[in-house]
């Protein structure tokens, strides 16, 4: 059992469990433990199983749910809002479950991507290990200028460098107290951010039923005018208002975007074979009531056509805040600010912790630096971290423009890479799939499985899916002046497809020069590993009473 259980029972069973894992939890490396190397100390497992829920959960809804909306609702109307959320949420859930069957079974640093070297190919690891350092590197900035967005609601008069400073200084020191200290921050920022959205569909479903000081009941009335959906670029008919519906997919990617780090945690998560499967469960939790129940209320609440909802407008930009400033509900509006801006700094928090913990990975498996592999004492790899810092200074090029434009083309760049790396994990869970079959591994055995992964069908829908969002997601760019002005933008388009380019030009390009091969599934490792991991696994006692079964449970 998990959360407040194994709280309680940390310190009796704390003793127990050092004394079963030994050296396999304090004094091992982790390259060692997986035949591969030399690393004095490595990382440690320090979070918990609260931690790995709200990791999983809540760790990075951010400023794409928040903010991020917005933009999207006036590219695709209420409805084209909601059923972009919704294509993208079966994509996130199908590599969620390719994901957790293949992290559950090995909970091994590098996560997906050492796991890529394993059952695919080390070119792939290579090439997906660098696009996923890349994404979380570069989101970082981009949740710091969101966070300057945020600030704006109250203040116009103080420059932006200053708030981007003060958020950054906070996100660093969370992450150099370790791997505990930033699932203890998560667990709150986490929290925080939930209870706000559950708050806000409450208080959204609340004034769409005319509960607010105006006493005006929306209903669906914007979906009635400007309508469901809106007519992209101006073009007319069924074609325009799907390209509106396509416009919110991108946008949608980069609010889904992260759930996977609970892969690259795993190296430090604690009791890995029981809390990563506990985890991977509550994925379909975060896409309903999240990310669809949120889109719903945001589409009654605010109309499509709001010149608020563009970033680049400078005023309020985050739907949730509109609607309630609209609805007359004084000093709410400044505390959902606050409550936006913590998830800001969570999701920064979240992305530096990624960042550095993928280009460890890469370290691992020779694919970066040696350097990047050295650890503290306690398990921090600080080297890695120290360099995915100096990064952050990125958010800085907002002060040349709006920082929603700057936020509007870091969401793109990840956006790409995000897929880009779900992609990937499904490719390797075709050959995962295809080694368990020609081993005679059942995958009923596993410590996870998913009933409609049966034959590896939910990892080419999605591999499907997002190699078409990929290929088609600069539409807009060649569509022509038309009736909105659309033009040919450059850095549009070096944002959108940069890392579509650079991902088979990484991977060919690492083939001819290490003259790697793809894994046949006959030869595939299945074992190499599994004394650490079985180690680290132990049985955690029942709940005592009801109030730790309810924890338990959501936990």
């Known amino acids: 059992m998990s959360g407040l259980n194994e709280e309680y029972d940390e310190k009796k069973y704390g003793d127990q469990y050092s004394t079963q894992v030994g050296s396999a939890q304090d004094n091992h490396a982790p390259e060692t433990a997986y035949g591969e190397g030399e690393v004095k100390v490595g990382l440690k497992r320090q979070l918990k199983a609260r931690h790995m829920a709200m990791i999983s959960i809540g760790g990075v809804i951010g400023t794409g749910l928040f903010l991020g909306t917005g933009s999207a609702l006036a590219h695709g109307g209420p409805l084209g809002l909601f059923l972009g959320y919704a294509l993208m949420g079966s994509i996130c859930y199908a590599v969620m479950i390719s994901l957790g069957e293949m992290i559950a079974y090995l909970p091994i640093p590098g996560g997906h991507i050492k796991l890529a070297e394993r059952f695919v190919d080390p070119a792939l690891s290579f090439t997906m290990g660098w696009n996923y350092w890349y994404n979380w590197v570069i989101i970082l900035p981009a949740e710091l200028s969101a966070a300057a967005v945020l600030i704006n609601f109250w203040n116009k008069t103080v ?9 950054l200084v906070v996100v660093v020191t969370i992450n150099l107290f370790g791997a505990g200290a930033y699932g203890e921050a998560e667990f709150w920022f986490a929290s925080i951010k939930v209870l706000t959205i559950v708050g806000l569909i409450i208080l959204g479903i609340i004034i769409t039923s005319g509960g607010g000081p105006d006493h005006q009941s929306i209903g669906f009335k914007y979906w009635d005018s400007p309508g469901p959906f809106v007519q992209y670029a101006g073009i007319a008919g069924v074609t325009g208002r799907f390209l509106g519906f396509f416009a919110v997919l991108t946008q949608a990617a980069f609010s889904y975007i992260g759930t996977e780090i609970v892969a690259i945690a795993a190296g430090e998560a604690k009791n890995p074979r029981r809390n990563l499967p506990r985890s991977i469960r509550k994925v379909y939790i975060r896409i309903l009531v999240f990310y669809l129940g949120g889109t719903f209320i945001i589409g009654l609440l605010v109309p499509s056509d709001n010149t608020s909802l563009k970033l680049n407008s400078g005023t309020l930009a985050s739907p949730f805040v509109i609607a309630i400033k609209n609805a007359g509900i004084p000093v709410l509006p400044s505390i959902i600010n606050a409550c936006l801006l913590t998830s800001a700094w969570s999701a920064a928090s979240s992305d530096l912790y990624t960042s550095s913990r993928a280009i460890y990975g890469l370290a691992l498996t020779h694919q970066a630096p040696k350097i990047f592999a050295r650890t503290t004492r306690n398990g921090l ?8 810092s100096l990064f952050a200074a990125l958010a800085y090029m907002s002060l040349g423009s709006t920082a929603g434009v700057v936020f509007g083309y870091f969401a793109n760049l990840t956006s790409s890479a995000g897929l880009l790396t779900w992609w990937g994990i499904c490719v390797t869970y075709t050959r995962w799939y295809a080694g368990l079959k020609a081993q005679g591994i059942d995958r009923k055995s596993l410590p996870y499985h998913a009933t409609l992964n049966k034959g590896a069908a939910a990892a080419w829908y999605a591999i499907v899916l997002i190699s078409i969002i990929l290929i088609f997601q600069g539409f807009a760019l060649f569509l022509g002046a038309g009736e ?18 650079l991902f088979p030009i990484i991977y060919f390009g690492y083939k001819v020069i290490k003259k790697s091969r793809v894994v046949h599934a006959e030869e595939m490792d299945f074992v190499t590993g599994l004394d650490v991991i079985e180690a680290e696994s132990y049985d955690e006692p029942p709940p005592k009473n009801w109030v730790e079964r309810v924890w338990s449970w959501i936990m």
Do not use: E, M, R
């Open 381 to 388: 790899p600080y080297v890695a971290l120290i360099f995915c």
């Open 159 to 167: 420059n932006n460098a200053a708030w981007i400073s003060i958020c």
């Open 484 to 501: 909105a002005g659309y033009v040919f933008d450059h850095a549009t388009f070096i944002t959108d497809y940069l890392p579509v380019f």
